[in-house]
């Protein structure tokens, strides 16, 4: 299927979008500036993702960066703009960014980081916002926001459902920043790989899901995710139990138990 851009994707400065072989490809596209964030930066991210998420030709989405540096967080420019905000401009700002982070979070499909280097601050918050995380072993990874007398506040609310309380503060209290190998044991990444073989197995593991998985399933699986910590225990279950008859009446469910049944390999 032809993947074919709105004139406002092919506008993006900041960002880059393809799809190959039903993958959309989000690419930061800034490696002069080490993918810094700003306000411009998050508004392309937040239209790309939104194009990924309803674009026939993708099932599963890869987020990654171009150059050495995944992301190095909020550009130098645009902390010192930041000086110069009020309450009220200061909150419209958060909420942009927190917007892009519930985006991803809340998409209908699979997002995979592929971090190619360092992701700091906010760059680390992307990488840990990302369903899955790939990451070449030199890679750094850390929220050093408190360093600086600012607080890692958006991405907390994702990292404490991500790695639990406990590690959670340890990497936000401390600032420290940390090797790959330690990100993949804390839980905030999911899997190493070389330079050389990071692109290639990222590839190779969004094609898995796409031929192997049902691209319904794994949406409703992703949003049940999503909903289940804010629910008590028996909320949690009942909605549980409800989710799972819904899916039991989904013509996915019906198409795979037949092949199942039938000993028929079931491409999707």
């Keep these: 299927m032809e993947n074919l851009l709105t004139p406002e994707l092919e506008a993006l400065r900041y960002i880059q979008y393809e799809a190959q072989d039903r993958i959309g490809y989000i690419t930061l596209n800034r490696p002069d500036k080490r993918n810094a964030l700003n306000a411009d930066v998050v508004t392309e991210l937040k239209q790309a993702f939104e194009f990924a998420e309803n674009d026939e030709a993708a099932k599963v989405i890869v987020l990654r960066a171009a150059g050495d540096v995944f992301c190095a ?39 995979i980081g592929q971090v190619q280097g360092h992701a700091l601050a906010g760059g680390c918050g992307l990488a840990a916002i990302c369903d899955l995380t790939f990451a070449v072993p030199e890679a750094k990874f850390g929220y050093t926001e408190v360093k600086i007398g600012f607080i890692p506040a958006i991405v907390s609310v994702f ?18 920043v940390i090797p790959a190998q330690k990100a993949l044991d804390m839980g905030l990444v999911n899997f190493l790989a070389s330079k050389e073989e990071l692109a290639e197995n990222v590839r190779t ?26 629910l008590g225990l028996e909320e949690g279950l009942r909605y549980a139990a409800q989710r799972n008859a819904e899916a039991r009446g989904s013509d996915d469910c019906r198409r795979g ?7 028929e390999k079931l491409v999707w």
């Design 159 to 176: 990292l404490v459902r991500k790695i639990g309380e406990a590690r959670t503060k340890q990497l936000l209290l401390s600032g420290d």
């Design 73 to 111: 967080g909020a550009d130098l420019a645009y902390i010192q703009d930041l000086q110069g905000f009020g309450y009220t401009d200061n909150l419209e700002d958060s909420t942009h960014l927190m917007q892009l982070f519930h985006q991803i979070y809340t998409l209908k499909k699979v997002v």
């Design 257 to 263: 138990i037949a092949a199942f049944l039938n000993k």
């Design 205 to 230: 593991y969004a094609q898995r899901l796409c031929r192997e998985n049902s691209g319904q399933s794994m949406e409703v699986t992703k949003e049940m995710l999503a909903r289940l910590p804010e």
